[in-house]
């Protein structure tokens, strides 16, 4: 356990469906991350919260839909995806005091998303 | 241009064999860097700082060159559970939380 977990581990859905990835951790970070990893691509970063509140969105579509209701949960509202958003998604969380160094960034296990 | 670059490989080793990583990076702003280890179908896991003055942790030697935004990674030994991608990361510090930007990774597959 990597003390960030993600849920589900694996999913499989529908281009027309609606779903929710969740990203949990209780390390008492206050920034937390969703990023995108695709076959032979480096991650990209789409969305982070610091303090709750959303302080970077990549250009991300709108079919993605981040909320952040307290600082120990994230999650990721996914409709009307489309196959390429087939990925791994993976959730990190950080302290937001510290710079660089040991800065404590941790990632979850990831939720492997195939859209058919 | 990227923001950090690494060769894709794959990097095919034989067992004790020495093998050597590099990155570089564009952003001459950037305040750390780390070597991450990421294994298939698993999450990047933190391997190693990067510091100018070179670092060492066992059988592994990670330097940084900040004039050149050059950054490397030496595997002594190669061991079969060394098989797996090694992503350069640099971060940024902005607006109260650490911005990690990473390389699309170097795959090492070590073999008997």
């Known amino acids: 356990e990597t003390g960030v977990t993600q849920t589900p581990r694996h999913l499989v859905m529908g281009m027309t469906n609606k779903k929710s990835l969740k990203c949990e951790q209780h390390?008492?970070?206050?920034?937390m991350y969703w990023y995108k990893q695709s076959a032979k691509k480096p991650l990209e970063l789409m969305f982070v919260y610091s303090l709750e509140e959303r302080v970077e969105n990549n250009s991300v579509p709108s079919r993605f839909s981040p909320e952040c209701p307290n600082s120990s949960h994230l999650f990721l509202h996914l409709h009307t995806l489309q196959p390429e958003d087939s990925a791994l998604y993976l959730c990190a969380s950080s302290p937001t005091d510290r710079r660089g160094g040991d800065y404590g960034y941790t990632f979850g296990s990831g939720t492997r998303l195939t859209v058919v | 241009r990227k923001e950090v670059e690494q060769d894709p490989g794959p990097f095919n080793v034989p067992e004790g064999a020495t093998v050597a990583f590099n990155c570089t990076y564009s952003?001459?702003?950037?305040?750390?860097f780390f070597w991450y280890r990421q294994d298939c179908r698993k999450e990047p896991k933190l391997l190693m700082s990067?510091?100018?003055s070179g670092n060492e942790d066992g059988r592994f030697t990670a330097q940084l060159n900040r004039a050149s935004q050059y950054i490397s990674l030496l595997i002594r030994d190669s061991k079969l559970s060394d098989s797996a991608t090694y992503l350069c990361v640099v971060v940024m510090f902005s607006g109260g939380y650490n911005k990690l930007i990473f390389g699309a990774g170097t795959r090492l597959a070590v073999h008997p």
């Open positions: 990067v510091y100018s």
């Open positions: 390390l008492g970070h206050n920034a």
């Open positions: 952003n001459s702003a950037s305040q750390s």
